[in-house]
């Protein structure tokens, strides 16, 4: 790995995956206690959270999803300047495949559990539509993506994704399928930058 690259400008602190990855399992944790309470106050049931009622459509809506989430992120980093992107997002495909691994999980586990398994569920309960459930998520999902917020473009690289999460939950009832699809599309994209399948943009020499 070149230690020089992973170097952060002045004034800025440096990313460490695993320090990542610790904050989003504790936040995992709380996030999966507050659902079993839900549980346990049928507020929820397990058949909201755990149905396995139909297994092909369950791998069905594992693969299309992800590989459709894949093909956008392609397309959209094929048109996106790399001043575009957050550095943090440049910086991921220099870490090592079990960091990466880990981190693309964690963080998918996390962010699941949190909006489809618990901020998503709830809002079901008293809305008449379960698209305004996801759209109200959705919108909460973007809003915590705070490090976006100077680079606007890299806000629709996450609020697509989460529409198509909180859509395969709605059809699934099974959380697993959003993780998954959350964590594939993570890791996907993440590795094909590693290996250089794909490249970000970069501007045109200027004379040199």
């Not at 994209?189 to 045109?204: A, D, E, H, S």
Request: aromatic share 12%; hydrophobic share 55%.
């Amino acid at each position: 790995m070149n230690r020089a690259a992973m170097t952060p400008p002045p004034g800025k602190k440096e990313f460490y995956p695993k320090d990542a990855v610790l904050v989003f399992l504790a936040f995992a944790l709380i996030s999966a206690a507050v659902i079993f309470a839900l549980v346990v106050y049928d507020v929820l049931t397990l058949q909201d959270l755990l149905s396995f009622e139909n297994p092909l459509q369950l791998a069905i809506y594992v693969v299309l999803p992800t590989i459709s989430l894949l093909l956008f992120g392609i397309i959209l980093t094929l048109l996106t300047p790399a001043s575009y992107i957050d550095e943090t997002n440049k910086s991921y495909q220099n870490y090592s495949l079990p960091a990466i691994l880990a981190f693309t999980f964690a963080g998918a586990l996390f962010e699941e559990l949190l909006f489809r398994g618990i901020i998503q569920n709830v809002l079901t309960l008293y809305l008449p539509n379960p698209w305004i459930a996801i759209a109200i998520t959705t919108v909460l999902f973007v809003g915590m993506h705070v490090q976006y917020y100077s680079k606007p473009l890299m806000l629709l690289n996450i609020t697509i994704p989460s529409l198509v999460f909180g859509w395969v939950y709605v059809q699934t009832h099974n959380l697993l399928v959003p993780i998954l699809v959350h964590f594939l599309m993570n890791l996907g994209i993440t590795l094909l930058f590693k290996y250089k399948v794909i490249q970000m943009r970069t501007p045109l020499c200027n004379g040199k």
